[in-house]
C-alpha cells in the first residue's frame, strides 16, 4: 500500500461528497474519482500519468485583497499549491501547507474544495509532460503581516480584487471571483 494511502482515501471522500458548483465541474471530480479508483498511487507525485495536487486562494480578512505567488516555473501569478507529501493529513493540509511554505502565512481554509483544475506541465522529476489534477481550496489569512518568497517564486504579494496583475491567468480570475463568493456565503 502506497504511503499516501491516506491521502486517497481523503480525496476520494472529498471529491464523492462534493458539491460541484457547476456541471464541468461535476464532470472533473468524477474524472478525478475515477482516476482514483484507477491509480493507488493517484497522490503521488511519482505517478507519471498524473497525480493530484492542492492548493488555496488565499485573502485577506476583509476580502479586499489576494496573496499571489509569482511563479519561478510557470513564470505567471498564481495561487499558492503544489505536491502532495505522505505527511499530510489530507488534502486541505497539504494546500494550508504549501500556503506557508510558499507565502508565509498561515491560514484558515474552508473545508471543502471551491474548485478542480487539470492541466498539463512538465514535473521535476519526470522527462514527459504529466498533469496536475489541483484541487484548489479557498480561505483567509490568519496572519498577513509579511509574505515570504520561497524558492519557486520570483515574487509573492497582496493584490486588491479589482486590480490583479497583468497577464494573470482567466482561471485564477475565475478562481479568485468563486473563493470570494464561498466566503461571503458563509460568513
Same mark, same amino acid.
Given at each position: 500500500? =502506497?504511503? =499516501?494511502?491516506?491521502?486517497?482515501?481523503d480525496a476520494?471522500d472529498?471529491l464523492?461528497?462534493?458539491a460541484?458548483p457547476?456541471?464541468?465541474?461535476?464532470? !472533473?471530480a468524477?474524472?478525478?474519482?475515477?482516476?482514483?479508483a484507477?491509480?493507488p498511487?493517484?497522490?503521488? $507525485? @511519482?505517478c507519471? /500519468?498524473?497525480?493530484l495536487?492542492a =492548493?488555496?486562494?488565499?485573502?485577506?480578512h476583509?476580502?479586499?485583497h489576494?496573496?499571489l505567488?509569482?511563479?519561478?516555473?510557470v513564470g505567471?501569478?498564481?495561487q499558492p499549491?503544489?505536491?502532495i507529501e505522505a @505527511?499530510?493529513? =489530507?488534502l486541505?493540509?497539504?494546500?494550508?501547507?504549501?500556503?506557508?511554505?510558499?507565502?508565509g502565512?498561515e491560514?484558515?481554509?474552508d /473545508?471543502?474544495?471551491?474548485?478542480l483544475?487539470c492541466h /498539463?506541465i512538465t514535473?521535476r522529476g519526470?522527462?514527459?509532460?504529466?498533469?496536475?489534477l489541483d484541487?484548489?481550496f479557498?480561505?483567509r489569512a490568519?496572519?498577513g503581516?509579511g509574505?515570504a518568497?520561497?524558492?519557486?517564486s520570483?515574487?509573492?504579494g497582496?493584490w /486588491?480584487?479589482?486590480?490583479?496583475?497583468?497577464? @494573470?491567468?482567466d482561471e485564477?480570475r475565475?478562481?479568485?471571483e468563486?473563493? $470570494?463568493?464561498? !466566503?461571503?456565503?458563509?460568513a
Open positions: 500500500m =502506497s504511503a =499516501s494511502a491516506h491521502l486517497h482515501a476520494v472529498a464523492g461528497a462534493w460541484a457547476s456541471s464541468g465541474q461535476a464532470a !472533473l468524477q474524472s478525478y474519482l475515477a482516476f482514483l484507477a491509480r498511487d493517484a497522490c503521488d $507525485r @511519482t507519471a /500519468p498524473g497525480h495536487t =492548493s488555496a486562494i488565499v485573502f485577506d476583509d476580502l479586499t489576494v496573496a505567488v509569482l511563479h519561478r516555473i505567471a501569478w498564481l499549491g503544489g505536491h @505527511t499530510d493529513a =489530507s486541505r493540509d497539504a494546500a494550508r501547507r504549501e500556503v506557508r511554505e510558499e507565502l502565512l491560514v484558515d481554509l /473545508p471543502t474544495p471551491v474548485h483544475d /498539463p514535473c519526470h522527462t514527459r509532460l504529466t498533469r496536475h484541487v484548489r479557498v480561505g490568519v496572519t503581516a509574505l518568497l520561497s524558492d519557486e520570483h515574487r509573492v497582496w /486588491p480584487l479589482a486590480d490583479l496583475p497583468d497577464g @494573470t491567468f485564477v475565475d478562481l479568485v468563486l473563493g $470570494r463568493l464561498r !466566503l461571503l456565503q458563509s
